[in-house]
C-alpha cells in the first residue's frame, strides 16, 4: 500500500464519475486541439498553395521594361547563380482580357495572367506539362476556360495591352489603340493546381492564367526578341536563402540596352547617351554626368512645338531643343550664318536655325511664339500651351546644327519617310504641313527648326517621366562604348528590375493575415467555457459524492495538503486520460472545422483550398493546455472543499456554511448594482470610442452586467431570502423549486453562469452582423454613394466624364445618353497584394491607388477615424492626403494614406491613425505610409490610397487609370455598367455594384459571425448538458425528499412538476441574465444604427435552448419517478 | 497532571436571533488507562464535545489538553499530525474507503506519514488479527458484515497507538449481538493499548461497560446516576 497505489484505487473505484470528467476535459482539449489544428491546416494549406503554383520557381523578376530574352541565358551562366540555381527563363508576362466569341453572346474573362513561355517553361513546374502552345494555339487553366466556357479546340481572343516604351501619360505618349487582339486556338486545358495557378501575388483565390509562345507574345505587343520577366528555379532549399538572393542579384547584369539606354559614338565626334522611351531616366541622366563629368558632358532636352510662330507666320510640327551652346568641338561650335559663335540664350531668349528664321521672314530682336502640349496629360487630354520669346540669333544650319539626332527617336514619327505619314499619338493634323515642311523633312529630318536654353526647356516641358533626351559628351580618344557603358554603373533595382524571392515571401505570407488558430479558439470559446465549467462541475459532484471519505481522511489525520495531492493527482489522472482522448477527439473536431470552412462557411474564405494538417507541436500544446486547465480548474474545486471542517465532510456535507446571514445577501446586491452602474456607464460611452477599445468596451459592459447578474442570482440564494412556501402565499410549489434551486448555491450559478455567458455572446454578436443594403446607401457610407465600382486589365487615358474622351473610346451615342448625367472618377492604380479580408495570405506589398483630386473635391465615404484638425478636414477628411508630413527620423519620406480599417487593422495591423507602413516604390526604395485616415466598411478594403501627386511622385512609370468609382447620379446603374462593359471590354473593364462588393466584403465578417454563433450554439447546447448533470445530480441527492414527498401524498405529476420548475428556474435565470447582458451592450450601438437584432433568429437560438433544457429536466424527472420510493426511504 | 484535561470548554453557532449555546463550560479530566461514557438526550451536543476532544472542532472558549498539548494552539500541519499520532476515531458509521481492502484501510492513517513502514503493516495485521479480520485481510468492506466493518474501523482507529480512542455510537448502526461482542472488543482493546477511552452513545449497555459514565444535559457535564 502507498499513495500512488491509493491514487489508482480510488480513480478506478469510482471510475464513473471519472469517465464523466474525463469527457468534459477531452471536449475541452479537444476544443483548443482543433483550433489550433484549424490554424496549422491553414498555414498549412496556403503554404502548399504557395509551394504547389510556383513549382520549382524561388525567385521571379517582372519590370515594365523589355529585355534582351538571352539576358536569362547570361544569368544562368553566372558562377554564382549555378551554386544555388538551375534554371533562369526568360518570360513575357502580362495582363490581359480573353474572349470565347460563342455565336449565343461572348464570354468575357478579365484579369487573366499572360504568360509567354517556351518549351523549357514547364520544367518549372512538377508532372507531366502539356504540349508548348504553337504560335496560334494557348494552354488555359480550368478556372479560365470555366469562365468563359471553352474547351480544347475552341477559338478565342486574346486582348492586351501593347507595350509602348514611351510612357502613355506624356505628352507624346500613345493613348489610344493601345489594346492588341490575337485570335488563337485552345491546344489544352490545364488542372488549376500545378503551374495552372501560378500567381504571382500570393493569394487562395484560383488565378485565372494562359501560356502562349513567348515569340508571338513578344511579337504582339511589339517588343520582339524581348521579355520582360524572368523565373529563377533552385535546386534545393538553399535557394530560399537570402544567400541565395543576394547572389542571384548579384549575378544580375542586364546590359545598356536592356535598360533601354543606349551609347553611341556620332559621326560629328561626340558620344551620345539616349533612352528608348525619348526621356532618360532621371537617375540615368544623373549616372551619365557623373561618369563622364570629365569628359564635358552636355544635357540636351528635345520636344515637340506644334507651332513657331512670328507675327502671322508659323511653322507646323517642328523639334526644339533645349541646350547651353558651347564652342569647342565636338559638342560645338553652333554658329550664326555670318560664323560667329552664338552667345548663352536667356531664359525669355530662342534662337531659331536659318531656314525656320528665312520661313517666317524675322530678324533679331523679333518676338517667336512657340506652341507646344503640356509635358503631362490628365485623362488623355493634351493640352496646348504657348510660350513667347525674343528673337535672339540665328543658328546657320550646318555642323551640330544641322544634327537630327538631337531629337530622340519616336516610333510612328521620326521613323517616317514624309511628316503627312506620321502615325502620331498626338492631335495632330496633315492638313497644317506645307510642302516646304516636307522638304525640310526629306533634306534634314527632325533637325530642330529652335533652340533655347536648358533650363527654359526644362521650366516648359519636364515632367515626371525626365527632363533631358540625351546627354552627350567628348570622350578622349580610347575606351571602347563597352567601358564606357560600364563607366554608368547603372543598378537595375533603379529601373525596377527587382527579383523578388517570390517562394520566401509567400511562404512567409503563409502564416496568414489572421491567425486561424487564435480566431477559432475565440470561435470555440464557449465550448471552451463549457466543457471547463462542466469539468469543474462533474469534478466537484464526484469529490462531493465523496465527502465522508474525505472527511474520514481528514479525521485520521491527513492534512490538507496531503488531502490535496491525493484528490488532485486524481484529477491529474483523470485530466490527462480525458485529454489525451480529446487530442484524438480535436483532429476530428478540426476536421469538422475545416468541413465547415469549405462549405457552409466558405465566405470566410472564398474558396475551399483547406486541407487537414496537423503539427505534433498542436497535439503537443492541445494535450498540455486540456490537462494545464482542467487541474486549474480541480484545484479550484479542491480549495474550496479545503476550506470546509472535517466533520461537515464526514457528515457528507460539502456547503461552506449553513448559516445564511442577511448581510451576505445585502452585500452581494450592493456589488451587483455597483457592477450593473459601470456596465451601462461603459455600455454608454463606447459607442464614442474607435477600434479595439470600442471592442473591448463592448464585452467590458456585458460581461459587467453578466458579472452583476450572477453575484445578485449567488448572494440571493446564499441569504436565503427566498420565499418561503408555507403560509398562503400563491404558487407553492413554485416557491419550493426556488427553495430548492438555492440548496447548493454554487453549483446553481455555476449553471446559471454557463448558461448566460453563452446567450449573451450568441446575442450580442448577431446584432452585429453587416447588412450590404444600409451601408451602401448615401454618400457617408461605405459606398461613398458610387452605385458601381470598375477595374479594367488595360489602362484608360481618355476622360470618362467627357463626351469627348467617351467619344475616343467608341461608345455610342445611345450609352452617351445614359452616361452623361454619371460622374465617373478614375483612379490610378500600382498593382499589389490584395490586402482586404478575402485573401487570406499576409500581404507584403499591398495595391496602392492615386486618388485624383476629383474624389477629394467630391468626398464622402463613412470614416472610421480620421486624424482631421481642421473644420474643411474634418467635414472631408479626403484632404488629409494633401497633407505635408515632415520626413521620417531616417530621412524617408513620410506619404498621408487612407485605408480601411478592416485593412489596417486586420491586414497590415495598422489600426489606427498616426501609424505608419512601409511599402517600396518604383525604384524599389521604401516609402513611409502614415496614416491619416480610417475608412469604415467600405468598397475600398484592401487597397492603400494615397494622393495622385504622391502616387505619380512615387509611381511615375504607371500611366492611365485602371480603378472608376461611378456615380449613376440616378440613373440605371444596371444600365450605366452595359453602357461602359460593352464598348471598353477590350479594355478588360468589368463593373459591379458597390452593393454586390460589400456584400462580398461582409460576407466575410458575417460569416464569422456566422461561424462564431454556430460554436458558441455548440457550447450553449455543451452547458445544457452540464445543467442535466447537476440536475440529475440534484435529484439523485434528493431522492429521500423527493420519495418522501410522494409518501405524503404528491402525485408523481406534482413532483415531476416540481422538478422541471426547477430546470425551468435556472435555464430562465441564465438566459435572461445573458440576454440583459446583450442588450446592455447592443442597445447604444442600436440607436446609432451599427448593429441590428436579427429578433427570429434570435428567439429561434433561444427557444432551442429552451427545448433542449426542458429535455435535460426530463430527464432529471425519469430519473426521480423511476427510483424505488421504498428504498429511498428506508435510506433517509 | 490527567493525561487528558478540559477547561471550561465552551461552543455556541451562530443564528439568524442569537447564538445556539451548545456546551457551557465543560470541566473533565481523564488519565490512561481510563475510560468514559458520554450520555445523553439527542442534539445535547454530544458529538459536538467528541468533535472537539478529536480536535475536528474547535472550542469558542476554554482549553483542552491531551498529553500535555493545547492542540487548539497548533498550526493545520502539526494539528493534522498530532491528531494522526494521538487519536483514533471510530464513528457509527464505520467510513470505510470502499476502494480500499480491509488491511489498506487499517493502514490508511500511516499513509499521512507518506510511505507504510513494515511495522505499521505487522501492526495492522495484528490488530486485525486481534479483531478476528485475520482471513478478511484482502476483503473490500462491501464484502464485510456490519459488524465486521465496525471492527476494521476499531483496528483502523488504534493502528497510530493513540492516547485517546473516541467512538461515535460505535454500534449504533449494529444489531444486538453485534453490537455487544464491538463493545467488548473495544474495551478489551482498550485496556490492552493502555490508551484512553470516551464512547459517546445512546446505549446503556454499552456505557454500563464502561468505568465512568458522565451525562450531557443543558450543554453541562453532570456524572450519571
Given at each position: 500500500?502507498?499513495?500512488?497505489?491509493?491514487?489508482?484505487?480510488?480513480?478506478?473505484?469510482?471510475?464513473?464519475?471519472?469517465?464523466?470528467?474525463?469527457?468534459?476535459?477531452?471536449?475541452?482539449?479537444?476544443?483548443?486541439?482543433?483550433?489550433?489544428?484549424?490554424?496549422?491546416?491553414?498555414?498549412?494549406?496556403?503554404?502548399?498553395?504557395?509551394?504547389?503554383?510556383?513549382?520549382?520557381?524561388?525567385?521571379?523578376?517582372?519590370?515594365?521594361?523589355?529585355?534582351?530574352?538571352?539576358?536569362?541565358?547570361?544569368?544562368?551562366?553566372?558562377?554564382?547563380?549555378?551554386?544555388?540555381?538551375?534554371?533562369?527563363?526568360?518570360?513575357?508576362?502580362?495582363?490581359?482580357?480573353?474572349?470565347?466569341?460563342?455565336?449565343?453572346?461572348?464570354?468575357?474573362?478579365?484579369?487573366?495572367?499572360?504568360?509567354?513561355?517556351?518549351?523549357?517553361?514547364?520544367?518549372?513546374?512538377?508532372?507531366?506539362?502539356?504540349?508548348?502552345?504553337?504560335?496560334?494555339?494557348?494552354?488555359?487553366?480550368?478556372?479560365?476556360?470555366?469562365?468563359?466556357?471553352?474547351?480544347?479546340?475552341?477559338?478565342?481572343?486574346?486582348?492586351?495591352?501593347?507595350?509602348?516604351?514611351?510612357?502613355?501619360?506624356s505628352a507624346l505618349g500613345?493613348?489610344?489603340?493601345?489594346?492588341?487582339?490575337?485570335?488563337?486556338?485552345?491546344?489544352?486545358?490545364?488542372?488549376?493546381?500545378?503551374?495552372?495557378?501560378?500567381?504571382?501575388?500570393?493569394?487562395?483565390?484560383?488565378?485565372?492564367?494562359?501560356?502562349?509562345?513567348?515569340?508571338?507574345?513578344?511579337?504582339?505587343?511589339?517588343?520582339?526578341?524581348?521579355?520582360?520577366?524572368?523565373?529563377?528555379?533552385?535546386?534545393?532549399?538553399?535557394?530560399?536563402?537570402?544567400?541565395?538572393?543576394?547572389?542571384?542579384?548579384?549575378?544580375?547584369?542586364?546590359?545598356?540596352?536592356?535598360?533601354?539606354?543606349?551609347?553611341?559614338?556620332?559621326?560629328?565626334?561626340?558620344?551620345?547617351?539616349?533612352?528608348?522611351?525619348?526621356?532618360?531616366?532621371?537617375?540615368?541622366?544623373?549616372?551619365?554626368?557623373?561618369?563622364?563629368?570629365?569628359?564635358?558632358?552636355?544635357?540636351?532636352?528635345?520636344y515637340l512645338a506644334n507651332t513657331?510662330?512670328?507675327?502671322?507666320?508659323?511653322?507646323?510640327y517642328?523639334?526644339?531643343?533645349?541646350?547651353?551652346?558651347?564652342?569647342?568641338?565636338?559638342?560645338?561650335?553652333?554658329?550664326?550664318?555670318?560664323?560667329?559663335?552664338?552667345?548663352?540664350?536667356?531664359?525669355?531668349?530662342?534662337?531659331?536655325?536659318?531656314?525656320?528664321?528665312?520661313?517666317?521672314?524675322?530678324?533679331?530682336?523679333?518676338?517667336?511664339?512657340?506652341t507646344y502640349f503640356e509635358p503631362e496629360s490628365?485623362?488623355?487630354r493634351v493640352r496646348e500651351k504657348t510660350?513667347?520669346?525674343?528673337?535672339?540669333?540665328?543658328?546657320?544650319?550646318?555642323?551640330?546644327?544641322?544634327?537630327?539626332?538631337?531629337?530622340?527617336?519616336?516610333?510612328?514619327?521620326?521613323?517616317?519617310?514624309?511628316?503627312?505619314?506620321?502615325?502620331a499619338p498626338f492631335p495632330f493634323?496633315?492638313?497644317?504641313?506645307?510642302?516646304?515642311?516636307?522638304?525640310?523633312?526629306?533634306?534634314?529630318?527632325?533637325?530642330?527648326?529652335?533652340?533655347?536654353?536648358?533650363?527654359?526647356?526644362?521650366?516648359l516641358w519636364?515632367s515626371?517621366?525626365?527632363?533631358?533626351?540625351?546627354?552627350?559628351?567628348?570622350?578622349?580618344?580610347?575606351?571602347?562604348?563597352?567601358?564606357?557603358?560600364?563607366?554608368?554603373?547603372?543598378?537595375?533595382?533603379?529601373?525596377?528590375?527587382?527579383?523578388?524571392?517570390?517562394?520566401?515571401?509567400?511562404?512567409?505570407?503563409?502564416?496568414?493575415?489572421?491567425?486561424?488558430?487564435?480566431?477559432?479558439?475565440?470561435?470555440?470559446?464557449?465550448?471552451?467555457?463549457?466543457?471547463?465549467?462542466?469539468?469543474?462541475?462533474?469534478?466537484?459532484?464526484?469529490?462531493?459524492?465523496?465527502?465522508?471519505?474525505?472527511?474520514?481522511?481528514?479525521?485520521?489525520?491527513?492534512?490538507?495538503?496531503?488531502?490535496?495531492?491525493?484528490?488532485?493527482?486524481?484529477?491529474?489522472?483523470?485530466?490527462?486520460?480525458?485529454?489525451?482522448?480529446?487530442?484524438?477527439?480535436?483532429?476530428?473536431?478540426?476536421?469538422?472545422?475545416?468541413?465547415?470552412?469549405?462549405?457552409?462557411?466558405?465566405?470566410?474564405?472564398?474558396?475551399?483550398?483547406?486541407?487537414?494538417?496537423?503539427?505534433?507541436?498542436?497535439?503537443?500544446?492541445?494535450?498540455?493546455?486540456?490537462?494545464?486547465?482542467?487541474?486549474?480548474?480541480?484545484?479550484?474545486?479542491?480549495?474550496?472543499?479545503?476550506?470546509?471542517?472535517?466533520?461537515?465532510?464526514?457528515?457528507?456535507?460539502?456547503?461552506?456554511?449553513?448559516?445564511?446571514?442577511?448581510?451576505?445577501?445585502?452585500?452581494?446586491?450592493?456589488?451587483?448594482?455597483?457592477?450593473?452602474?459601470?456596465?451601462?456607464?461603459?455600455?454608454?460611452?463606447?459607442?464614442?470610442?474607435?477600434?479595439?477599445?470600442?471592442?473591448?468596451?463592448?464585452?467590458?459592459?456585458?460581461?459587467?452586467?453578466?458579472?452583476?447578474?450572477?453575484?445578485?442570482?449567488?448572494?440571493?440564494?446564499?441569504?436565503?431570502?427566498?420565499?418561503?412556501?408555507?403560509?398562503?402565499?400563491?404558487?407553492?410549489?413554485?416557491?419550493?423549486?426556488?427553495?430548492?434551486?438555492?440548496?447548493?448555491?454554487?453549483?446553481?450559478?455555476?449553471?446559471?453562469?454557463?448558461?448566460?455567458?453563452?446567450?449573451?455572446?450568441?446575442?450580442?454578436?448577431?446584432?452585429?452582423?453587416?447588412?450590404?443594403?444600409?451601408?451602401?446607401?448615401?454618400?457617408?457610407?461605405?459606398?461613398?454613394?458610387?452605385?458601381?465600382?470598375?477595374?479594367?486589365?488595360?489602362?484608360?487615358?481618355?476622360?470618362?466624364?467627357?463626351?469627348?474622351?467617351?467619344?475616343?473610346?467608341?461608345?455610342?451615342?445611345?450609352?452617351?445618353?445614359?452616361?452623361?448625367?454619371?460622374?465617373?472618377?478614375?483612379?490610378?492604380?500600382?498593382?499589389?497584394?490584395?490586402?482586404?479580408?478575402?485573401?487570406?495570405?499576409?500581404?507584403?506589398?499591398?495595391?496602392?491607388?492615386?486618388?485624383?483630386?476629383?474624389?477629394?473635391?467630391?468626398?464622402?465615404?463613412?470614416?472610421?477615424?480620421?486624424?482631421?484638425?481642421?473644420?474643411?478636414?474634418?467635414?472631408?477628411?479626403?484632404?488629409?492626403?494633401?497633407?505635408?508630413?515632415?520626413?521620417?527620423?531616417?530621412?524617408?519620406?513620410?506619404?498621408?494614406?487612407?485605408?480601411?480599417?478592416?485593412?489596417?487593422?486586420?491586414?497590415?495591423?495598422?489600426?489606427?491613425?498616426?501609424?505608419?507602413?512601409?511599402?517600396?516604390?518604383?525604384?524599389?526604395?521604401?516609402?513611409?505610409?502614415?496614416?491619416?485616415?480610417?475608412?469604415?466598411?467600405?468598397?475600398?478594403?484592401?487597397?492603400?490610397?494615397?494622393?495622385?501627386?504622391?502616387?505619380?511622385?512615387?509611381?511615375?512609370?504607371?500611366?492611365?487609370?485602371?480603378?472608376?468609382?461611378?456615380?449613376?447620379?440616378?440613373?440605371?446603374?444596371?444600365?450605366?455598367?452595359?453602357?461602359?462593359?460593352?464598348?471598353?471590354?477590350?479594355?478588360?473593364?468589368?463593373?459591379?455594384?458597390?452593393?454586390?462588393?460589400?456584400?462580398?466584403?461582409?460576407?466575410?465578417?458575417?460569416?464569422?459571425?456566422?461561424?462564431?454563433?454556430?460554436?458558441?450554439?455548440?457550447?450553449?447546447?455543451?452547458?445544457?448538458?452540464?445543467?442535466?448533470?447537476?440536475?440529475?445530480?440534484?435529484?439523485?441527492?434528493?431522492?429521500?425528499?423527493?420519495?418522501?414527498?410522494?409518501?405524503?401524498?404528491?402525485?408523481?405529476?406534482?413532483?415531476?412538476?416540481?422538478?422541471?420548475?426547477?430546470?425551468?428556474?435556472?435555464?430562465?435565470?441564465?438566459?435572461?441574465?445573458?440576454?440583459?447582458?446583450?442588450?446592455?451592450?447592443?442597445?447604444?450601438?442600436?440607436?446609432?444604427?451599427?448593429?441590428?437584432?436579427?429578433?427570429?433568429?434570435?428567439?429561434?437560438?433561444?427557444?432551442?435552448?429552451?427545448?433542449?433544457?426542458?429535455?435535460?429536466?426530463?430527464?432529471?424527472?425519469?430519473?426521480?419517478?423511476?427510483?424505488?420510493?421504498?428504498?429511498?426511504?428506508?435510506?433517509? | 497532571?490527567?493525561?487528558?484535561?478540559?477547561?471550561?470548554?465552551?461552543?455556541?453557532?451562530?443564528?439568524?436571533?442569537?447564538?445556539?449555546?451548545?456546551?457551557?463550560?465543560?470541566?473533565?479530566?481523564?488519565?490512561?488507562?481510563?475510560?468514559?461514557?458520554?450520555?445523553?438526550?439527542?442534539?445535547?451536543?454530544?458529538?459536538?464535545?467528541?468533535?472537539?476532544?478529536?480536535?475536528?472542532?474547535?472550542?469558542?472558549?476554554?482549553?483542552?489538553?491531551?498529553?500535555?498539548?493545547?492542540?487548539?494552539?497548533?498550526?493545520?500541519?502539526?494539528?493534522?499530525?498530532?491528531?494522526?499520532?494521538?487519536?483514533?476515531?471510530?464513528?457509527?458509521?464505520?467510513?470505510?474507503?470502499?476502494?480500499?481492502?480491509?488491511?489498506?484501510?487499517?493502514?490508511?492513517?500511516?499513509?499521512?506519514?507518506?510511505?507504510?513502514?513494515?511495522?505499521?503493516?505487522?501492526?495492522?495485521?495484528?490488530?486485525?488479527?486481534?479483531?478476528?479480520?485475520?482471513?478478511?485481510?484482502?476483503?473490500?468492506?462491501?464484502?464485510?458484515?456490519?459488524?465486521?466493518?465496525?471492527?476494521?474501523?476499531?483496528?483502523?482507529?488504534?493502528?497510530?497507538?493513540?492516547?485517546?480512542?473516541?467512538?461515535?455510537?460505535?454500534?449504533?448502526?449494529?444489531?444486538?449481538?453485534?453490537?455487544?461482542?464491538?463493545?467488548?472488543?473495544?474495551?478489551?482493546?482498550?485496556?490492552?493499548?493502555?490508551?484512553?477511552?470516551?464512547?459517546?452513545?445512546?446505549?446503556?449497555?454499552?456505557?454500563?461497560?464502561?468505568?465512568?459514565?458522565?451525562?450531557?444535559?443543558?450543554?453541562?457535564?453532570?456524572?450519571?446516576?
Amino acid at each position: 500500500m502507498n499513495l500512488a497505489r491509493l491514487i489508482l484505487r480510488t480513480a478506478a473505484f469510482h471510475w464513473r464519475t471519472n469517465v464523466a470528467v474525463a469527457l468534459a476535459v477531452a471536449a475541452a482539449t479537444a476544443v483548443l486541439t482543433g483550433a489550433l489544428a484549424v490554424g496549422d491546416s491553414m498555414r498549412g494549406s496556403l503554404a502548399h498553395l504557395v509551394l504547389d503554383g510556383l513549382g520549382r520557381i524561388d525567385e521571379v523578376l517582372v519590370g515594365d521594361r523589355f529585355m534582351c530574352k538571352e539576358l536569362a541565358e547570361e544569368l544562368a551562366a553566372q558562377p554564382d547563380f549555378a551554386r544555388y540555381f538551375e534554371q533562369a527563363e526568360a518570360v513575357v508576362f502580362v495582363r490581359g482580357t480573353l474572349e470565347n466569341p460563342r455565336p449565343t453572346g461572348a464570354l468575357r474573362a478579365g484579369d487573366v495572367s499572360v504568360f509567354g513561355c517556351d518549351a523549357s517553361f514547364w520544367r518549372l513546374g512538377y508532372g507531366t506539362p502539356p504540349p508548348q502552345p504553337e504560335k496560334n494555339e494557348i494552354v488555359l487553366n480550368d478556372a479560365l476556360a470555366a469562365a468563359i466556357d471553352a474547351r480544347a479546340g475552341d477559338e478565342v481572343l486574346l486582348r492586351i495591352g501593347s507595350a509602348s516604351q514611351i510612357p502613355a501619360d506624356s505628352a507624346l505618349g500613345r493613348k489610344t489603340e493601345t489594346v492588341r487582339s490575337r485570335r488563337l486556338r485552345v491546344s489544352h486545358v490545364i488542372p488549376d493546381h500545378g503551374l495552372g495557378r501560378l500567381s504571382l501575388h500570393p493569394s487562395q483565390q484560383v488565378p485565372r492564367n494562359a501560356f502562349v509562345d513567348r515569340a508571338m507574345l513578344a511579337d504582339v505587343i511589339g517588343q520582339a526578341e524581348k521579355v520582360n520577366a524572368i523565373f529563377v528555379a533552385g535546386n534545393d532549399e538553399a535557394a530560399l536563402s537570402t544567400e541565395a538572393h543576394a547572389a542571384l542579384a548579384a549575378s544580375f547584369r542586364p546590359r545598356l540596352v536592356d535598360f533601354g539606354i543606349r551609347i553611341e559614338p556620332h559621326e560629328l565626334g561626340y558620344v551620345q547617351c539616349t533612352s528608348d522611351r525619348m526621356l532618360l531616366e532621371p537617375v540615368a541622366v544623373s549616372a551619365a554626368l557623373r561618369a563622364f563629368a570629365a569628359d564635358r558632358p552636355q544635357a540636351v532636352f528635345t520636344y515637340l512645338a506644334n507651332t513657331i510662330a512670328a507675327g502671322d507666320k508659323q511653322i507646323p510640327y517642328s523639334t526644339i531643343t533645349g541646350i547651353d551652346f558651347v564652342s569647342e568641338p565636338p559638342l560645338g561650335p553652333f554658329k550664326s550664318p555670318a560664323g560667329d559663335p552664338i552667345a548663352p540664350l536667356k531664359e525669355d531668349e530662342i534662337a531659331l536655325n536659318s531656314w525656320a528664321a528665312d520661313d517666317l521672314g524675322t530678324k533679331v530682336g523679333d518676338s517667336i511664339e512657340i506652341t507646344y502640349f503640356e509635358p503631362e496629360s490628365t485623362h488623355g487630354r493634351v493640352r496646348e500651351k504657348t510660350a513667347r520669346f525674343r528673337l535672339a540669333a540665328i543658328v546657320a544650319l550646318e555642323g551640330l546644327a544641322a544634327d537630327p539626332d538631337l531629337t530622340p527617336q519616336m516610333p510612328g514619327v521620326t521613323d517616317r519617310l514624309s511628316i503627312g505619314d506620321w502615325d502620331a499619338p498626338f492631335p495632330f493634323e496633315p492638313g497644317r504641313v506645307r510642302k516646304q515642311d516636307e522638304e525640310y523633312w526629306d533634306d534634314h529630318r527632325t533637325t530642330p527648326k529652335a533652340f533655347v536654353s536648358l533650363a527654359t526647356a526644362r521650366r516648359l516641358w519636364s515632367s515626371r517621366f525626365g527632363d533631358t533626351t540625351a546627354v552627350r559628351f567628348a570622350p578622349p580618344p580610347g575606351p571602347t562604348l563597352v567601358a564606357q557603358a560600364d563607366q554608368l554603373h547603372l543598378q537595375p533595382k533603379d529601373f525596377g528590375l527587382v527579383f523578388t524571392p517570390i517562394k520566401r515571401l509567400g511562404l512567409a505570407a503563409a502564416s496568414g493575415t489572421t491567425p486561424f488558430d487564435a480566431l477559432f479558439i475565440g470561435f470555440s470559446l464557449f465550448i471552451e467555457i463549457s466543457a471547463v465549467m462542466l469539468v469543474a462541475l462533474l469534478f466537484r459532484l464526484g469529490v462531493e459524492q465523496r465527502a465522508s471519505e474525505i472527511g474520514l481522511l481528514s479525521a485520521v489525520g491527513w492534512d490538507n495538503r496531503k488531502l490535496l495531492v491525493l484528490l488532485a493527482a486524481e484529477g491529474a489522472l483523470v485530466a490527462a486520460l480525458g485529454a489525451a482522448i480529446g487530442v484524438l477527439i480535436g483532429v476530428g473536431y478540426s476536421w469538422l472545422l475545416i468541413v465547415g470552412l469549405s462549405t457552409w462557411w466558405l465566405s470566410a474564405i472564398g474558396t475551399p483550398f483547406l486541407e487537414l494538417y496537423v503539427t505534433p507541436q498542436t497535439l503537443v500544446v492541445g494535450f498540455a493546455s486540456g490537462v494545464i486547465i482542467s487541474l486549474v480548474m480541480i484545484a479550484w474545486t479542491l480549495r474550496r472543499l479545503a476550506r470546509l471542517p472535517a466533520r461537515r465532510l464526514l457528515a457528507g456535507q460539502t456547503q461552506t456554511s449553513s448559516v445564511r446571514v442577511t448581510s451576505v445577501g445585502r452585500r452581494g446586491l450592493l456589488v451587483s448594482a455597483a457592477l450593473a452602474v459601470l456596465a451601462i456607464l461603459l455600455a454608454a460611452f463606447a459607442p464614442a470610442l474607435g477600434g479595439t477599445a470600442q471592442a473591448g468596451a463592448f464585452v467590458g459592459s456585458g460581461a459587467l452586467v453578466l458579472a452583476a447578474g450572477l453575484v445578485a442570482l449567488s448572494s440571493r440564494l446564499r441569504s436565503g431570502t427566498t420565499k418561503s412556501w408555507t403560509g398562503n402565499e400563491s404558487a407553492p410549489i413554485a416557491r419550493l423549486a426556488t427553495r430548492n434551486s438555492a440548496r447548493n448555491p454554487s453549483r446553481s450559478t455555476i449553471t446559471v453562469g454557463l448558461m448566460a455567458v453563452a446567450s449573451f455572446l450568441i446575442i450580442a454578436l448577431s446584432a452585429f452582423r453587416l447588412d450590404p443594403a444600409s451601408e451602401s446607401a448615401g454618400r457617408e457610407s461605405g459606398s461613398g454613394g458610387f452605385a458601381l465600382i470598375a477595374q479594367s486589365d488595360q489602362p484608360i487615358h481618355q476622360d470618362l466624364n467627357s463626351p469627348t474622351g467617351r467619344g475616343d473610346l467608341g461608345l455610342s451615342p445611345a450609352a452617351e445618353k445614359i452616361l452623361h448625367s454619371a460622374e465617373i472618377i478614375a483612379l490610378r492604380v500600382q498593382s499589389g497584394d490584395d490586402a482586404s479580408c478575402l485573401n487570406l495570405y499576409q500581404p507584403t506589398q499591398p495595391r496602392v491607388l492615386g486618388v485624383t483630386p476629383a474624389l477629394v473635391e467630391r468626398g464622402g465615404f463613412a470614416w472610421a477615424a480620421t486624424a482631421a484638425a481642421s473644420d474643411a478636414e474634418r467635414k472631408n477628411p479626403w484632404l488629409l492626403l494633401d497633407r505635408k508630413l515632415a520626413v521620417d527620423a531616417d530621412g524617408t519620406p513620410v506619404i498621408p494614406a487612407v485605408l480601411d480599417f478592416n485593412t489596417a487593422e486586420y491586414s497590415l495591423h495598422k489600426g489606427k491613425v498616426g501609424e505608419r507602413l512601409t511599402i517600396k516604390n518604383e525604384f524599389a526604395q521604401d516609402v513611409r505610409l502614415e496614416i491619416v485616415g480610417l475608412l469604415k466598411n467600405s468598397i475600398l478594403q484592401g487597397d492603400v490610397l494615397i494622393s495622385e501627386a504622391n502616387f505619380l511622385a512615387q509611381f511615375p512609370r504607371v500611366s492611365g487609370y485602371r480603378m472608376f468609382l461611378i456615380d449613376s447620379e440616378g440613373a440605371d446603374a444596371l444600365r450605366v455598367r452595359e453602357a461602359l462593359e460593352g464598348p471598353l471590354s477590350d479594355f478588360g473593364f468589368t463593373a459591379e455594384s458597390t452593393r454586390d462588393r460589400l456584400a462580398a466584403l461582409f460576407a466575410v465578417q458575417n460569416t464569422y459571425l456566422s461561424t462564431f454563433q454556430s460554436l458558441g450554439g455548440l457550447g450553449l447546447l455543451l452547458g445544457t448538458f452540464g445543467l442535466a448533470t447537476a440536475q440529475l445530480r440534484s435529484v439523485l441527492e434528493r431522492r429521500g425528499e423527493l420519495a418522501l414527498l410522494r409518501a405524503t401524498g404528491f402525485r408523481r405529476a406534482l413532483v415531476a412538476r416540481l422538478v422541471m420548475l426547477e430546470t425551468t428556474l435556472l435555464l430562465v435565470a441564465g438566459l435572461g441574465i445573458g440576454v440583459l447582458a446583450a442588450l446592455v451592450a447592443v442597445v447604444p450601438y442600436w440607436f446609432l444604427g451599427g448593429a441590428s437584432v436579427p429578433w427570429l433568429s434570435l428567439a429561434a437560438t433561444l427557444g432551442l435552448v429552451l427545448l433542449v433544457g426542458w429535455l435535460a429536466g426530463f430527464v432529471a424527472v425519469r430519473a426521480t419517478l423511476k427510483s424505488d420510493l421504498l428504498v429511498a426511504l428506508r435510506e433517509q | 497532571m490527567p493525561e487528558l484535561q478540559l477547561n471550561g470548554i465552551s461552543k455556541s453557532y451562530p443564528t439568524r436571533s442569537e447564538p445556539l449555546e451548545v456546551l457551557r463550560g465543560i470541566d473533565c479530566s481523564l488519565d490512561r488507562g481510563e475510560n468514559l461514557a458520554v450520555l445523553g438526550p439527542s442534539g445535547c451536543g454530544k458529538t459536538t464535545l467528541l468533535y472537539i476532544l478529536g480536535t475536528l472542532d474547535a472550542p469558542s472558549s476554554g482549553r483542552v489538553s491531551l498529553g500535555g498539548v493545547n492542540p487548539f494552539e497548533l498550526g493545520e500541519r502539526q494539528l493534522a499530525h498530532f491528531r494522526n499520532h494521538k487519536i483514533g476515531f471510530v464513528f457509527q458509521d464505520h467510513h470505510l474507503l470502499p476502494q480500499c481492502s480491509v488491511l489498506e484501510n487499517v493502514l490508511v492513517p500511516t499513509l499521512a506519514d507518506g510511505a507504510v513502514a513494515a511495522e505499521a503493516v505487522a501492526r495492522a495485521r495484528m490488530l486485525l488479527e486481534r479483531v478476528g479480520l485475520s482471513e478478511r485481510l484482502d476483503h473490500l468492506p462491501s464484502e464485510l458484515s456490519g459488524g465486521e466493518r465496525q471492527r476494521a474501523a476499531i483496528a483502523r482507529a488504534l493502528v497510530n497507538r493513540p492516547l485517546l480512542l473516541l467512538a461515535d455510537e460505535p454500534t449504533g448502526n449494529l444489531d444486538r449481538g453485534t453490537a455487544s461482542n464491538v463493545a467488548r472488543l473495544l474495551m478489551e482493546l482498550q485496556a490492552q493499548e493502555q490508551t484512553m477511552l470516551i464512547v459517546v452513545t445512546h446505549s446503556l449497555e454499552l456505557a454500563g461497560m464502561l468505568a465512568r459514565r458522565v451525562e450531557l444535559n443543558d450543554g453541562r457535564l453532570c456524572e450519571a446516576s
